[in-house]
Every structure is written in C-alpha cells, then in structure tokens.
C-alpha cells in the first residue's frame, strides 16, 4: 500500500496545523492518510488507496458518501439560495417539528452548530432553570470539547480538569460517577441532591466502545434525577436518529429525558447541533427567558436543508432496516469469528453502531451468550466480564488494538475509527458484500 502523497501532505500539514490535523482523533500513527473522496461506503485516500469507511465522519454519515438525489438537489437548491441570512428561515420550523414529531421527550428545539455547543448550552440551561451549580456526568463520557465535562475524579467526588486551561473552579462543579453503577449515582444525589442542576449522559458510551446500559440503570438516572428536582440531559449527539431509529435511543430504551443533545445525524454531515425538551425548559432561552444562548450561524439553512432532507429520506426508505439489519450480520458475525479466535474479545454496539472491545477475560463456555454484540444480559455467560464502564474498558488491551489491529485492519482496506474508544458506523451504503470484505479483514487481523 503506497503512501507518498499522504506522508507528504502530513510533513506540510504539521508546518501549520497543530499535529498536523484539525481534531486530536486523526492523528493516527504513524501519519494518518489524507482523503481525498468518498464514494457510497468507501474513502479514497490521496494515494488511490480504497477503504471500506466504518468512521463515517464520526457518525453523521448515515447515508453514507454520495447522498440521495433528493438530498443532493435540495442543498443545492439551497446553496443557489445563498448559503445564510442572520433572519429565520423556513427549514428551521420544518426540521424542528421533524424532530419534536419524532422524540417523543422535544416539544421544542433550539440549533446551534456542533455537539459540544449542545452539552454546552444544555448545561448552561439546566443550571438555569434550576438555580443550581453541579452536574453530574459519566466517567468515560464524552460530551465535546467543553469545560463543565472535561473532568475527571473518583466517584461521587469533587471533578478535576482533565486539560490544560480548565479552572479547577469549573472542574470542582461537575461530579464523576461510573457508568451502570445505580448505587454510586444514589449515594451522590443522597449527599447533595439538592445541589445538582442535571445528570448529563449519553444513553450508549458511544465514545467509550459503545458500553451499553444495564437493564435499569437508565431508569435509576431517571428516578433519582426527578426524585430531587434535577434534570436529565440524555446527550443523543452520537446516538439521536442513529440507535432507535426515528426515536433515538431514548425511544429504544423507553428512558424519556427532560433534554436532549443533538448534532450529527441532524446535520446530514454539515455543522450542527441542537437542544430539544419541553417548552417550559427550552423557553428559558433567550430570547423568551433569562439563559444567554446565540449564534451567528446557529439554524444554518444548509445544514438544517441537509440534516431536514436525510431524514425525510430515512423516514421514507429502509434506511434503518437496512443499517440496523447489517449491524446484526457484522456484529453476529464478528462474535463467531471472536468465538475461534479470541474468545476473551467482547463486541458491542446496537442497531448501526459497532465495537470489538480487547477484554482480557471470557467465559469458559461461551454457549448461549448474545448473538449480535452484548446486551448487558445477566444471564449470559460472558455478562461479568462484558465491559460496564470506563474502568472495564481502559482495562483492555488498548495499546494492541491502537498499534497493531487499527493498522492491520487498514492495510487491509478497513477503515476503524482511530482508537479501542471510538464507536463504528454503518450506513445505508454499506452491503453485504462489505460486510463480508471486513469479517474477512477481521479474521486476518485478530
Ligand atoms: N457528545 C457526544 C456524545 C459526542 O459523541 C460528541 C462528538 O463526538 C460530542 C458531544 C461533541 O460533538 P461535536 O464534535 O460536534 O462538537
């Protein structure tokens, strides 16, 4: 597999881009390779390379590469238009009755341009609205780029920045509990309920190898969230019209939040990001309530034409039949090949998200466990030692699957999300055939 141009671009690119790249989760090591095309499920990289594309932007390509001529012609339509106004437009009143049919927790929504200006403002509002400071946040969560969730601590305890140029102020405001663990989230809310504006959590660790949820634990951060006057923010940016179909996760896991983030799918692959909940929470905004929230590019009329039109494009097709039909095929399959290679491995992931997680212990006898990617089932065989949270998965073999499976997998033509963290997608290009291709791939690299 030749490189040149790519090594080439990156020698440039690191003369005037920090690391040579835009976000931190490109660098891929050695060098990443440059893109230079999509097409349907694949990149092509600068040197003519060919991959099947698992990363699909990081989750807002659920249509894949090249877009529905429906899709297509309505941006374009737009563009024609002038891409901006600084003035209401139309695509927004239509894009936000789509998501306030659909989810059954929105009833109102305020765009903004990417996910973490969601969490952002969605803190922002909690706090608010309730008067209160804390927040509570998974460790292992990811949230964006944003100061209140780039934290980390023991359970239950006081935040530290997890980055240079945080605050500890800002830290000390967020507390830190481990996923699915409902007795850690009680003992918080026990001791300063009445300090916490909101419980922020994403419904999947889509940013943690897509750990599942325990049955209930969703339902313990809903009681106890209610229970002391607190709100729930389920951050839907990776999962919101991905996992659950038009419902999101919240609609699959029957969980409804008083907010939820959105950004990606929402977008069609353009900037966006989004607040939803009930009037009288999202009212508190500016301009009807007191919580300062704006954006010179928030509602972008091509974003919300690209994210409108792919989802009227999902509702009207099999989209996510199809998506969710070939995540069953890959993760089923992956867990056979896991079975004869590398039974101690766990997959995870739902509908058209997707992980092989390097755990270090399986079952003796894997008879029985689920088919399709762990389903947090206690009466599976492989349910204690399936990953539940942040700890269990920063115990597994990350540096193998970051040195050697992630580059055997692209000298293959397979294209992974950079690390053991990051979910993987499918999209409506994708085929069977791909699913084949990359078992195959699979078989070789493990
Ligand atoms: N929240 C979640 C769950 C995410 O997965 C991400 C990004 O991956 C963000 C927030 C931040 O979104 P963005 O990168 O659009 O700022």
Not at 74 to 95: F, H
Not at 280 to 300: K, N
Request: hydrophobic content about 35%.
């Amino acid at each position: 597999m030749h490189d040149d141009r790519s090594r080439e671009l990156y020698d440039r690119a690191l003369s005037v881009l920090p690391g040579g790249v835009s976000s931190p989760v490109r660098a891929t090591r050695p060098y990443p390779f440059f893109v230079e095309r999509g097409d349907g499920a694949h990149v092509v990289d600068a040197d003519g390379n060919k991959y099947v594309d698992y990363v699909m932007g990081y989750g807002p390509l659920l249509l894949g590469h090249d877009l529905p001529q429906a899709v297509e012609s309505a941006i374009q339509s737009q563009l024609a238009d002038g891409p901006m106004y600084g003035a209401p437009a139309e695509v927004e009143v239509e894009l936000a009755e789509f998501i306030a049919r659909h989810v059954r927790s929105v009833e109102m929504v305020r765009f903004v341009n990417s996910g973490t200006e969601a969490t952002t403002s969605a803190v922002r509002l909690a706090r608010g609205y309730t008067g209160r400071d804390k927040i509570v946040v998974m460790q292992g969560g990811y949230h964006g780029a944003q100061p209140s969730t780039l934290v980390e601590g023991k359970s239950g305890g006081i935040g530290s920045p997890i980055s240079d140029g945080i605050p500890e102020a800002f830290a000390e405001e967020t507390i830190t509990v481990p996923f699915n663990d409902a007795e850690a989230v009680r003992a918080v809310f026990e001791e300063r309920g009445d300090e916490i504006a909101a419980v922020l959590a994403e419904p999947i660790l889509g940013n943690c190898a897509s750990v599942g949820p325990v049955e209930g634990y969703l339902e313990t951060l809903r009681e106890v969230t209610d229970d002391h006057g607190a709100l729930l923010v389920f951050d839907e940016v990776m999962t919101g019209f991905r996992v659950g179909g038009l419902q999101c996760a919240q609609g699959k896991f029957g969980v409804e939040p008083d907010l939820t983030t959105l950004a990606k799918v929402i977008g069609g692959g353009f900037p966006v990001g989004a607040v939803g909940g009930p009037a009288e929470i999202i009212e508190q905004f500016t301009p009807t309530g007191d919580v300062f929230q704006a954006g010179t590019y928030s509602g972008h009329p091509l974003s919300l034409t690209a994210g409108l039109e792919t989802l009227r494009f999902a509702a009207k097709n099999d989209v996510y039949d199809h998506v969710n039909e070939l995540g069953e095929t890959l993760r089923s399959g992956l867990t056979d090949i896991l079975e004869d290679r590398a039974p101690e491995y766990t997959v995870t992931g739902h509908d058209s998200m997707f992980k092989v997680v390097f755990t270090r212990e399986g079952p003796r006898d894997p008879e029985g466990q689920c088919e399709a990617g762990c389903r947090q089932d206690p009466d599976c065989p492989r349910y204690d030692h399936c990953p539940k949270n942040s700890a269990d998965v920063d115990a597994a073999e990350t540096e193998r699957w970051e040195r050697l499976f992630w580059p055997a997998m692209r000298e293959q033509g397979v294209f992974l999300t950079a690390n053991q963290y990051e979910s993987q997608f499918l999209s409506y290009a994708h085929t069977e055939e791909d699913v084949e291709e990359t078992l195959e791939a699979y078989k070789e690299a493990l």
